[in-house]
């Protein structure tokens, strides 16, 4: 049962546009939102999150957008730079357990 | 200042096999916590531990099991080994009562194949 769920595996977008990520869940006891970001042999890393009662977090180039009603949040890369490939995992959280989606890989062509 | 470090990078066993994967914490963390990540997936919570106890436990069998030593590192143990176990096994450290998930540190983890 995915209850996180990235529904587009990859992603391609010039250099200095705008890269948006999408994620959608089902569990309506989720507190905490966050997206990591994953290079090849490495761990995931932490990049931005949002509590369940707020509806936008910025930080830099990047902002999380979380609609409630809708189940659904999103990652909004501005400019995009080509050090932003990666893979992108949406998680969310509820009782300190983290349930993460499946990931977009992104690829910013220069 | 070292992250998380796991050992071995690489695994490969046969079927039916036990297996014990290892993780050392990041410096001043104090809670542990493994994920399986399948091919295509995204990482899956499969227990924590603090205090040398298992805290919490995900959706996983017995045959997964774990510890936790006095100086914070910790196993992963898996026990009769099934195909459907070949993942990379991630373990992730945190100073206990940290904001959720932000303060998560993860290691590269050991990539499982089992035949």
């Known amino acids: 049962d995915q209850q996180v769920k990235q529904n587009s595996p990859s992603l391609s977008v010039q250099e200095g546009r705008i890269s948006i990520l999408n994620c959608d869940y089902t569990?309506?006891?989720?507190?905490?939102f966050l997206w990591y970001k994953k290079y090849p042999a490495e761990g995931p890393t932490f990049l931005i999150s949002?509590?369940?009662?707020?509806d936008k977090n910025e930080d830099g180039r990047f902002t999380v957008f979380l609609n409630k009603s809708a189940k659904h949040l999103s990652l909004h890369i501005v400019p995009s730079q080509p050090g932003d490939s990666a893979v992108y995992f949406c998680?969310?959280?509820?009782?300190?357990?983290?349930?993460f989606g499946t990931g977009t890989s992104l690829t910013v062509i220069p | 200042d070292a992250g998380v470090t796991q050992s071995p990078t690489h695994l490969i066993k046969t079927r039916g096999q036990q297996v014990t994967l290892r993780c050392s914490p990041k410096?001043?963390?104090?809670?542990v916590s493994w994920y399986q990540q399948a091919l295509g997936q995204g990482p899956q919570f499969i227990f924590q531990?603090?205090?040398?106890?298992?805290?919490q436990r995900g959706n996983f069998p017995d045959r997964f099991s774990g510890h936790q030593f006095p100086n914070y590192s910790s196993e992963l143990n898996v026990n009769a080994l099934l195909l459907g176990d070949s993942a990379l096994y991630l373990c992730a450290s945190t100073p206990y009562g940290a904001r959720v998930g932000v303060e998560q540190f993860f290691g590269p983890g050991t990539r499982l194949t089992v035949l």
């Open positions: 569990n309506s006891m989720f507190d905490y």
């Open positions: 410096s001043g963390h104090d809670t």
């Open positions: 998680a969310a959280s509820a009782f300190n357990q983290f349930y």
């Open positions: 949002i509590s369940s009662i707020k």
């Open positions: 531990y603090y205090e040398e106890e298992e805290r």
